[in-house]
């Protein structure tokens, strides 16, 4: 059974700092997303990560994918408040396209 | 405005009622997919549906049915509701999917079920 995990679960950090979030998932997957969720709000695509070494980037967010360890990563740089939500990232595999989602991570930004 | 929709926002009931929310998607989408997201956030695939036919349908009670009357709704019905139904539940489509292509998935506004 595919598992995927985030860590951390929560994260504080303050303007201007730099951190980055993990995703780990347990079996090959073809496609993998972050998403972003705001309080009482729906999903946001962020990126959709297709193959290994796939490195994408938007303002203050980069996400990469290693296939090989099965890990992708959310770096965030120099954040600033409007950058607080809760990350998902969530894999899925060509012929069976449901979202395996991750724990999600909630970051909040302190100013 | 090209998006999902779900109606209602908003559901308060009983124990035991019947309810139903509906999703509809005018991106012309050939795939639906209804998501539970519970108190801690978790979210987990419940169905998915191509072109009106059932291709996922995970370990979910029978009291859930979802019915799709053409490509662009997805409606789901549930049955005698339980105080574990309360969630948040999300309607997504996309296209249908290609090797190798991004296939994302866009979500609806989410409808709130709390049962009393």
């Known amino acids: 059974e595919l598992k995927v995990e985030q860590n951390p679960l929560f994260l504080s950090m303050q303007e201007g700092k730099n951190y980055t979030i993990y995703c780990n998932y347990s079996?090959?997957?073809?496609?993998l997303y972050w998403y972003r969720q705001d309080p009482g709000k729906s999903l946001e695509s962020l990126f959709v990560l297709l193959s290994n070494g796939a490195v994408k980037q938007e303002g203050r967010l980069m996400a990469s994918l290693d296939t090989k360890a099965r890990l992708s990563t959310l770096h965030i740089t120099a954040a600033v408040h409007d950058l607080s939500a809760t990350y998902f990232c969530?894999?899925?595999?060509?012929?069976?396209?449901?979202?395996?989602f991750g724990t999600g991570t909630r970051l909040t930004i302190i100013p | 405005d090209t998006a999902v929709s779900q109606t209602p926002k908003y559901l308060v009931t009983q124990m035991g009622n019947d309810k139903s929310i509906k999703c509809e998607q005018n991106?012309?989408?050939?795939?639906m997919y209804w998501y539970k997201q519970d108190s801690k956030k978790f979210l987990k695939i419940m169905f998915s549906?191509?072109?009106?036919?059932?291709?996922i349908n995970e370990t979910v009670p029978n009291r859930f049915s979802p019915k799709s009357p053409d490509k662009a709704h997805l409606n789901l019905h549930i049955n005698s509701l339980e105080l574990g139904d309360s969630a948040v539940y999300f309607c997504a489509s996309s296209q249908e999917a290609e090797r190798e292509k991004v296939n994302e998935q866009f979500f609806g506004p989410g409808t709130r079920l709390t049962v009393l």
């Open positions: 991106l012309g989408h050939d795939t």
């Open positions: 079996t090959t997957s073809d496609r």
């Open positions: 969530a894999v899925a595999n060509f012929g069976n396209e449901k979202l395996t």
């Open positions: 549906y191509n072109n009106k036919e059932l291709i």
